[in-house]
């Protein structure tokens, strides 16, 4: 059987990498290039301040989309109350032209009812 060996490759750069362990932060290293920006290691004793901003700017930007979402909403709204207000203001027009006497006298003729011309009047009952 063959045998695995590790062959001593020198790297590229003049930067040495420390990847020999399989760690989150040896892979993030040796993508990254860690040690130029870092000064050698990554300082792990920071990784909670680190994860605590993370965790702020998605909340940041989850707030935003949330908020433009309600904005998107809101204005939805404001022209389906329009668009119903127009209705309700053309409805009421034709509600009120439908109550008028020379409308319904119209509706009323084709029944065979017909406006009486002579005025109403007045019978007055003395009591003696």
């Known amino acids: 059987m063959a045998r ?7 790297p590229k750069s003049n930067v040495t990498r420390k990847s020999n362990g399989k760690g ?3 892979i993030i ?9 870092l000064g050698g290691e990554f ?7 680190l994860l605590w901003l ?3 700017i998605v909340l940041y930007i989850a707030s ?11 204005d939805k ?13 053309t409805q009421q027009a034709d509600f009120m032209k439908a109550g008028k006497q ?3 006298i119209k509706r009323v003729e084709s029944m065979g009812i017909e406006e009486n011309k002579t005025p109403p009047t007045k019978i007055i009952v003395k009591d003696w």
């Open 54 to 56: 993370s965790f702020l």
């Open 102 to 104: 020379s409308e319904i």
């Open 29 to 37: 290293d040796t993508i990254f290039n860690m040690d130029r920006l």
């Open 4 to 10: 695995n060996v590790s062959k001593n490759v020198t």
């Open 77 to 89: 709204t404001k022209a389906e109350v329009e668009e119903l207000r127009a209705d309700y203001t």
């Open 64 to 74: 935003s989309l949330h908020s433009e979402s309600l904005i998107h909403q809101i």
């Open 43 to 49: 300082p792990a004793y920071q990784l909670r301040y």
């Open 24 to 26: 989150l932060f040896s």
